[in-house]
Each structure stands twice: as C-alpha cells, then as structure tokens.
C-alpha cells in the first residue's frame, strides 16, 4: 500500500470524527438541532405578515407604521401583498360568514410554518356581536387583548409572537403533531 493511500483513508476516518463530534454538538435540548434553532431565530428577525380585518383593531395595526415613537414598523416591512411569501396572519374585526372563507383561503396559501395572531376582543371571541372567534377556524399562536388593544399590547403581541417563532412554537405545528399521535398520548 503506497503512501498517498494511507495517508488518504487516515484524512477520511479523521473526517468521519469531525464530522460525529459535530453531529453531536449540534444535537441540543428536546432534539432540535443547531440549524433548526439557527433557522428559527433567523425567521422570527424577519416576520412575515398579511393583514386581515376592519374596525378599530385594524386601525390601531395602522398606527404602528405612523409617527408614534414606540414603533419602529413601516407599511412596506409590516404587511405584504402576495399571500404566499407571508408566514404570519394577524386577524383583526368581527368575522362573519362572508369573511371566514376568504380567512380560509389567505391561510391555506401562507408559507410554512404559519402563525396566527389575534387582535382584540372581536376577532378573539366574537364579542357582543355574537360572530366566531378565529380560533374556530385556524390555530391562534398569540392573543392580543382590548378593545382596542392599546400600542402596548400591539407591540407587546409581537415581541410574544417573535419569541415563539424563535423558538420554533407553532399552535399548528404543534396540532398536526397531535394529529398524528395515538389519541391517549395527545395532549395540549
């Protein structure tokens, strides 16, 4: 066996240890790995939100692109037209019969994984006018309640809603999970 031989299959088996030591370093808590946590976090830097709604939350969702100095939001960064480059539905008014379909259909095109953000007391309950709550329809991951919720809470939602995407914690995620285990094992 000549030199050049050796000196490969000994390049190749040190290779094959860097390469476990790294598999193993990059194996972190509840079998996430490193790149999953890396794509996480890099995805909640970059929200990706689509608006729906009226009312009083919509206006106050407005507001975050205007000259109020807690808000760093523009229009262009805050809200996208094409449905399907978006990962975040923040739903805000009373939801009818007329709007739940085209809810419906605005989620099924989000990218993956998708989130849901509820704002106010209409679109998370129904309030007084006795219509659905969004969570009859699709997974909420973050609540934001009033009515209308005040600029602290707006933006106290998102920060809530940017840890989780952070974190990798989808409501939906998380249901399609249950969906697949047996029914004694699934739990919320």
Known sequence: MSKSSKKSNSSS??????????????????????????????????????????????????????PNPQSHFIRERFNHERVEYCDILIVSGVINEKLSPYILRVYEKMMEPKYCVAVGTCSATGAIFDTMAIDELIPVDVYIPGCPPSMDALVGGIEILRSKVAKGESRAELLKLQANQPPEEASL
């Open 13 to 66: 088996m040190e290779k094959n240890e860097d390469l476990s030591q790294l598999e193993g370093i990059a194996q972190v808590a509840n079998g996430r790995s490193l790149f999953s946590k890396i794509k996480s976090w890099s995805r909640s830097q970059l929200l990706a939100p689509f608006t729906v709604g009226a009312g009083c939350c919509a206006r106050e969702i407005m507001r975050l692109e205007g």
